[in-house]
């Protein structure tokens, strides 16, 4: 099946079976290799993706989701002003270890900053709540986000 759609800002068109998992799409059809499959199950976040500016685990979807829709990975986001932004600042709060959660985490932090953004530890807690680190314990990683929204919201 021919599935158009949207994918890190510009168009696609694929020929591929519209029940084959997303993940596998963005990692094999499009070489994406952002996307990470840790659980399978859509429980660890590893794989999370924009779908339409919503947060969702690509191992849980399929590829007739995207049709029609826009998906944004951590490899797209990693060009926006904002998830440059984050990546300086989970770096400069030294939140990432191992690196196989990162993806993931700043799929849902993008997020957290594009539709909140503010400044409140608790709502970034519920935000980054699907995603699973096994190597930080997090408090590194909500530093990083609390430093990225108040950067961008004093403009710097």
Known sequence: MEIK??????????????MKRLLDVLREDFH????????????CGACT??????????CTANAIHA?????????GISEEPEGKLLIKCFD????VQ????FPGFLVSSY???QNDGEKNLDKIKTALSGNICRCTGYQKIFEG???????????E
Do not use: W
């Open 145 to 155: 986000v609390m430093m990225a929204c108040d950067e961008k919201e004093n403009g």
């Open 98 to 101: 191992c690196g196989f959660c």
């Open 111 to 113: 997020s957290y900053l």
């Open 92 to 95: 400069e709060a030294n939140a």
């Open 49 to 58: 993706v924009l779908l339409d500016n919503k947060p969702i685990t690509s």
């Open 32 to 43: 994406l290799m952002g996307s990470k499959e840790g659980c399978g199950e859509g429980e």
């Open 67 to 75: 049709n029609g829709k826009e998906i944004l990975t951590a490899e």
């Open 5 to 18: 759609f949207k994918l890190n800002r510009k168009d696609v068109v694929i020929d591929v079976d519209p």
